[in-house]
């Protein structure tokens, strides 16, 4: 979703006004419902300022990537709530009924989690309360990719970003098979917000196959995708830009393939390499 501003362009020495399209930013209240001894309760878990558009996808992916609900089917329902506000008239709160409520910890989860749209981990309240809910270690074995694939993977990532050619100002995160087919692709503002986006998208549609499948992200790679990606069960994360220690760490702890500095020509692996195929 974008809208055209008047901006200012200098180019040679000379100053133009021109019209230009802009991504548009928004905040989106994710407030969960939920049953307790029979009375019904709704709490505010997060704000994150996000692109408007697939706002259920959205909500799903951050529910299931942080660990709220364990399974898709715990959401009974998703329904957008409060009034039209805004430049764009939007409403900007989502509420979540859930269907498992008993397991709830209301008052970790409000510590836990408040977002924003530059990065999911300095959003939360504390680095001291970040946990990874994640027991078990991805199987080495699957998937295979070879070089080829991967160095393709984030043009055809551009290729497909319909907001990105317009406005240049948002990122992507795609879901492709072994064969460098886009499986499904999201965009947003923030990059944690495009892959919740996807994992969202992907989970409703029952798309997920992790004996085959990789991720391929816009940008750096930071510790939050990593840790959505591995709840995920992915295997491989593609970067275009450069990984953090804290990304490369998480990856190795689990045996994710970290993947950055994707051009069409070159790559770096920075864990478990075994997953890349190369030949010469």
């Not at 989502?94 to 989860?109: A, G, Q």
């Not at 699957?142 to 043009?155: A, D, R, T, V, W």
């Not at 923030?190 to 409703?204: E, F, M, P, Q």
Request: charged share 30%.
């Amino acid at each position: 979703m974008n809208s055209n501003y008047k901006v200012l362009k200098s180019r040679s020495g000379q100053i133009k006004e021109v019209e230009d399209q802009i991504s548009i930013e928004e905040p989106l209240e994710i407030i969960i419902k939920y049953k307790d001894q029979d009375k019904w309760f709704e709490n505010t878990i997060s704000i994150t300022m996000r692109t408007p558009g697939d706002d259920e996808d959205l909500v799903c992916g951050f529910l299931f990537n942080e660990r709220v609900i364990e399974k898709i089917d715990h959401i009974e329902k998703v329904e957008t709530s409060g009034e039209k506000v805004g430049q764009y008239k939007l409403q900007n709160k989502v509420i979540v009924t859930i269907n498992n409520s008993e397991n709830i910890d209301i008052d970790k989860i409000k510590r836990n989690f408040l977002t924003n749209s530059s990065c999911g981990v300095c959003g939360k309240t504390s680095l001291d309360t970040l946990e990874i809910i994640k027991k078990d270690k991805i199987l080495k074995s699957i998937p295979k990719i070879h070089h080829e694939i991967i160095m393709k993977s984030p043009n055809l990532l551009r290729k497909k970003q319909s907001e990105f050619a317009k406005t240049g100002g948002i990122h992507a995160s795609g879901l492709f098979d072994h064969k460098g087919n886009i499986v499904a692709l999201k965009e947003d503002v923030g990059r944690h917000n495009a892959l919740d986006k996807l994992i969202g998208h992907a989970l409703k549609k029952n798309l997920l196959n992790n004996s085959s499948q990789f991720l391929t992200c816009s940008g750096r790679l930071n510790f939050d995708l990593v840790q959505k990606a591995l709840i995920a069960n992915i295997g491989v994360l593609i970067g275009v830009g450069a990984p953090t220690s804290l990304a490369i760490d998480l990856a190795n702890k689990f045996d994710m393939t970290l993947v950055g500095f994707v051009k069409e020509d070159s790559f770096n692996i920075y864990s478990n390499k075994e997953r890349i195929i190369i030949k010469t």
